[in-house]
């Protein structure tokens, strides 16, 4: 298994660019999690899917998309990038609500 | 609001050495999670807990609900322990789906 997989692992964008950061997992976990590291700070909910074709709102969904089509896919789109979206993403998926959460290696985006 | 504490920042122990990392939050939780981050950057959940205590190799985690504090202890500390660990706490309450994040503490251990 290859557990959760993102897709690049480092991007830089300029202003205004679109972009889609990729997540994927193979072990069929219901919830998938979108999270932002910013330097000094906690990981940050963005956005969470409890199942294909359902997602919602986290802490700081503002800039940001998300769609979950499948169960294995969970794709974060980037409409009009700012450099305020410069951080490190990680996905992250668990088989239940209150079941450990396994996160994927990263993406580290810089927006200039 | 809610917030999770983490206490030390930073610290740097010698190898051998026993370590200790606290953890302390506001309000009623349902889980408590410790979680690793790797120098590379990838993050690995070590425990999940919502009582009591918990021990894998020379890991272990403890939880004083009454407290709301929680501590990781590592034993008998080596170089490859050095890594980023991360607290975070779900709140009790329906529709809970967030995990509320301390900020870390970096731990380096020293040949």
């Known amino acids: 298994n290859a557990g959760v997989t993102q897709t690049p692992k480092f991007r830089i964008l300029k202003i205004g660019q679109s972009m889609t950061l990729q997540c994927a997992q193979d072990m069929n976990h219901n919830y998938m999690y979108w999270y932002r590291q910013d330097p000094g700070m906690g990981l940050k909910l963005i956005y969470y899917s409890v199942g294909a074709g359902i997602t919602d709102k986290g802490e700081v969904p503002n800039g940001y998309n998300v769609s979950r089509s499948t169960t294995e896919d969970f794709p974060l789109r980037l409409e009009l990038a700012a450099p305020s979206q410069t951080s490190v993403y990680f996905c992250?998926?668990?088989?239940?609500?209150?079941?450990?959460?396994?996160f994927g290696p990263g993406t580290r985006l810089t927006v200039l | 609001k809610n917030e999770v504490e983490q206490s030390p920042q930073n610290l740097t122990a010698q190898e051998g050495e026993f370590i200790t990392i606290n953890c302390s939050y506001s309000?009623?939780?349902?889980?408590l999670h410790w979680l690793q981050q790797h120098p590379g950057g990838g993050i690995v959940s070590l425990f999940m807990?919502?009582?009591g205590k918990k021990k894998h190799g020379r890991l272990i985690a403890t939880i004083n609900i009454q407290e709301k504090h929680s501590s990781l202890h590592i034993t008998a500390s080596h170089p490859r322990d050095s890594a980023v660990y991360i607290c975070?706490?779900?709140?009790?309450?329906?529709?809970?789906?967030?995990?509320?994040f301390g900020k870390g503490t970096k731990l380096s251990v020293i040949p």
């Open positions: 975070a706490v779900r709140y009790s309450g329906a529709g809970s789906y967030q995990l509320t």
């Open positions: 992250a998926s668990s088989r239940d609500r209150v079941d450990e959460q396994f």
């Open positions: 807990l919502s009582s």
């Open positions: 309000v009623g939780i349902s889980a």
